[in-house]
């Protein structure tokens, strides 16, 4: 049970520090647009991230 409640708070942190930055960043009237420009953001930062440990690098 522990496990569920430690995962729903880290969730819900998530959740809102995204909701804070959005606001901070386009304000309150443009806050539909500003979720939508900020989640295409993170979303090409973790496509960006994952790509790299795929590619594994030679060193020589």
Known sequence: ???????????LFIVLAF????????GP???ANGVQK???RV???VVKQ???IGKPTKNR
């Not at 049970?1 to 969730?11: D, E, K, P």
């Not at 909701?19 to 386009?26: G, K, S, W």
């Open 1 to 11: 049970m522990a496990l569920v409640r430690g995962l729903f708070w880290f969730v």
């Open 19 to 26: 909701c804070f930055v959005v606001l901070f960043e386009y």
């Open 38 to 40: 900020e989640y295409a």
């Open 50 to 52: 994952t790509e790299k």
């Open 43 to 45: 979303k090409s930062f």
């Open 29 to 31: 009237r443009d806050f």
